[in-house]
């Protein structure tokens, strides 16, 4: 090998070190940049969503075992197991961020969430991998046989891919994502989009909020692994159309009122197998609080209302039998 060679074969060497160098220190000024953006949304998000915060998350299901994207007329798991032992075993939890004190000039604005039982949660910040703004049709249960919580595993990798590529599941919608779902926004992005959104229920009406549900699993650099997820109490606010009727003090037919009676038989049941004495109607913003039509069919349930605080609603001592 001639020395003019080795000199240029050392000075190319040294030119892609340098690159190599310049390279990496690109790559870590925005790998560190990356992970100061997601402490500050995580922080902010902590403040709005813990003690004295102004927002909740919430998880919903109904009575007639519909939970995320299962569907109607299965079995619930919430009816066999604990709420917070289901959602310990779930690796991606579809969720609503709602206000915890709502306002009172519209039914929906302070937000909803798609199904009529919400789940009041305490969500561990680090538990947070994604924040919409409305509903993005996460497949919760992808790799799953039938898209089922309780399906088995056929494709170990099809979720993770589902979250880093942005794969919606089918919708009647059509919908497409077009950036990956472990995208984080800050807390006031929600809030205003809950202040503003003043439209009937509709799929633009709530937004979607997915946590981890396992514990163990470290997904944000400079945070503590997920933590459990625990239950802090359970709200009802139903929106089926016979409730425009009791306000109303239209005649109904009592067979329109299955959805209601089927919902409150299952938070008897949610209330026994997690220990809780009450659950908080937050129907004030539609007069249902103190709706003596609505307050009879409660206490035809099984339920009384709370002495003290109109919106608690406990089952009384015989109505589990």
Not at 156 to 182: R, T, V
Not at 192 to 198: A, E, K, P, Q
Not at 200 to 222: A, M, Q, T
């Amino acid at each position: 090998m001639s020395n003019l060679f080795k000199i240029k074969l050392k000075k190319f060497n040294e030119k892609l070190d340098k690159g190599k160098i310049a390279e990496f220190q690109d790559e870590y000024v925005k790998r560190k940049n990356k992970e100061l953006e997601t402490r500050n949304l995580l922080t902010n998000w902590k403040h709005r969503i813990g003690d004295g915060g102004d927002l909740k998350i919430i998880h919903t299901i109904s009575g007639s075992g519909s939970v995320s994207s299962i569907g109607r007329n299965t079995i619930s798991p919430f009816s066999q197991r604990r709420i917070e032992d289901v959602l310990s075993g779930w690796d991606v939890i579809s969720c609503s961020c709602v206000m915890k004190r709502l306002p009172t000039d519209t039914p929906w604005k302070g937000g909803v969430g798609a199904l009529c039982i919400e789940l009041d949660l305490d969500v561990p910040i680090q538990n947070i991998l994604g924040v919409h703004p409305h509903d993005v049709n996460f497949p919760n249960f992808a790799g799953r046989e039938g898209g089922l919580p309780q399906g088995r595993i056929l494709n170990s990798y099809e979720l993770a891919d589902s979250i880093f590529q942005g794969k919606a599941k089918p919708s009647l919608f059509n919908f497409i994502m077009d950036k990956p779902y472990n995208s984080l926004l800050p807390a006031e992005v929600i809030y205003d989009h809950l202040i503003n959104c003043r439209s009937s229920y509709s799929k633009s009406s709530y937004n979607e909020i997915l946590v981890i549900g396992r514990s163990g699993i470290n997904i944000h650099p400079g945070f503590p692994p997920t933590n459990k997820i625990k239950l802090n109490g359970i709200s009802y606010r139903p929106n089926y159309s016979v409730i425009d009727k009791i306000l109303g003090g239209q005649t109904y037919h009592h067979q329109e009122l299955r959805l209601i009676l089927e919902d409150l038989l299952f938070i008897k049941k949610l209330l026994q197998m997690n220990n809780l004495e009450y659950f908080n109607s937050t129907l004030s913003t539609r007069g249902l609080a103190n709706n003596v039509r609505f307050n009879t069919i409660l206490e035809n349930a099984g339920f009384e209302r709370h002495r003290t605080n109109p919106q608690l609603f406990k089952v009384t001592r015989d109505s589990f039998a």
